[in-house]
């Protein structure tokens, strides 16, 4: 089955800087990789995804890429604000069945 | 109803009993999911359905059954709950038929259950 790692496991970074979080996945037939934002408490939320006949997709300041070649996708966010803040997944998808990376918890210091 | 609800939002258990956990969308999704989520560990999948009376197994189907008599609803059964099986749980659900399983998966509040 599908294996998705995902790096740093923590990250802090000071308000304005940019973060950057990576994964890796295992199954070439993934076609599909969205990214969720998980707030203390609450339930995952879409943030960003990308198919696997693009590139690269921004919305703001958030932006992901993709290696095919490589197996691997990341997740960048600019100007980080203190509402950033959060644990954030990547999951790859074969067929729409979701496999997450174990989750990085971003805290954006004032 | 709006979205995606799940009851009840935390459970404690004694080992051994029986649980089932209730999962109810309102969009007319075709597909649904449940996750465990574990410090740690993510989420997991621990079966879905593609369609209402289709079940499939997912990464950690073991000690777990669902059913799928309807569009909106997808309830878990703990058979005999176990100290291990202490996680959130959430329930998802997607329209997974249109653009090739391309979309969103939606997610409920989740519950809390501790099996002591």
């Known amino acids: 089955g599908e294996n998705v790692e995902q790096h740093p496991s923590t990250l802090s970074v000071q308000e304005g800087d940019s973060a950057v979080i990576k994964c890796t996945y295992s199954?070439?037939?993934?076609?599909?990789f969205p990214w969720y934002k998980q707030e203390l408490g609450k339930r995952p939320q879409l943030i960003i995804d990308?198919?696997?006949?693009?590139g690269e997709k921004k919305d703001q300041r958030i932006a992901v890429t993709l290696n095919k070649t490589a197996k691997h996708f990341s997740l960048h966010i600019t100007e980080t604000q203190p509402e950033d803040s959060a644990v954030y997944f990547c999951?790859?998808?074969?067929?729409?069945?979701?496999?997450f990376g174990s989750g990085t918890q971003l805290t954006v210091l004032p | 109803i709006a979205g995606i609800t799940q009851a009840p939002t935390s459970q404690i258990l004694a080992a051994g009993r029986r649980m089932t956990l209730r999962c109810t969308q309102d969009?007319?999704?075709?597909?649904m999911y449940w996750y465990r989520q574990d410090l740690g560990l993510g989420l997991r999948l621990i079966h879905y359905?593609?369609?209402?009376?289709?079940?499939g197994k997912g990464e950690v189907p073991d000690g777990y059954s669902v059913s799928r008599a309807n569009t909106d609803d997808f309830p878990l059964t703990l058979a005999s709950a176990v100290p291990s099986q202490t996680s959130v749980y959430f329930c998802?659900?997607?329209?997974?038929?249109?653009?090739?399983?391309?979309?969103?998966?939606?997610f409920g509040p989740g519950t809390r259950l501790t099996v002591l």
């Open positions: 990308i198919r696997s006949n693009v």
């Open positions: 969009m007319r999704h075709n597909a």
């Open positions: 199954d070439s037939a993934s076609n599909y």
């Open positions: 359905s593609n369609t209402a009376g289709t079940t």
């Open positions: 999951a790859a998808s074969r067929r729409g069945q979701l496999t």
């Open positions: 998802a659900s997607s329209d997974s038929f249109r653009d090739r399983g391309h979309n969103e998966q939606f």
